[in-house]
């Protein structure tokens, strides 16, 4: 399973930042995948992550915006919000061939941006 991660959108907002350290991972199927989100931010941060097959539009399969650090999304997938390490790592229990997709991790001062902003910062 070939996992690839997206280069991180560059939002204008202020002094903040994300980063995705790893540019891809691979695992065998079966294993449990961890994408990791290092983030920088000096105001309220929402956190998003998205996931984009070949020729497809973003599909966003989970978001923090505040309460429960640990986030539950669609397909299997959590990511747990650590403000003391800046981190918002994306973890399944088991990976897929499905799986194999690029992944972007998001994080913005508001909650106004659209998909459809996102699908064409990765056309």
Not at 7 to 14: G, K, S, T, V, W
Request: proline share 5%; with cysteine.
């Amino acid at each position: 399973v070939l996992i690839s991660l997206a280069p991180p959108l560059q939002r204008e907002a202020q002094a903040q930042s994300v980063t995705q350290p790893d540019s891809h991972i691979t695992v065998s199927e079966g294993d449990p995948p961890e994408l990791r989100c290092n983030y920088s931010s000096t105001f309220s941060t929402y956190l998003f992550w998205y996931m984009q097959y070949p020729n497809q539009g973003l599909q966003l399969l989970l978001k923090y915006m505040s309460g429960k650090s640990l986030v539950s999304g669609i397909k299997g997938l959590e990511a747990e919000f650590k403000k003391n390490e800046t981190s918002f790592h994306l973890r399944k229990t088991s990976s897929h061939w499905s799986d194999s997709a690029k992944y972007v991790c998001v994080l913005s001062d508001t909650v106004s941006g659209t998909v459809e902003e996102l699908n064409n910062s990765f056309q």
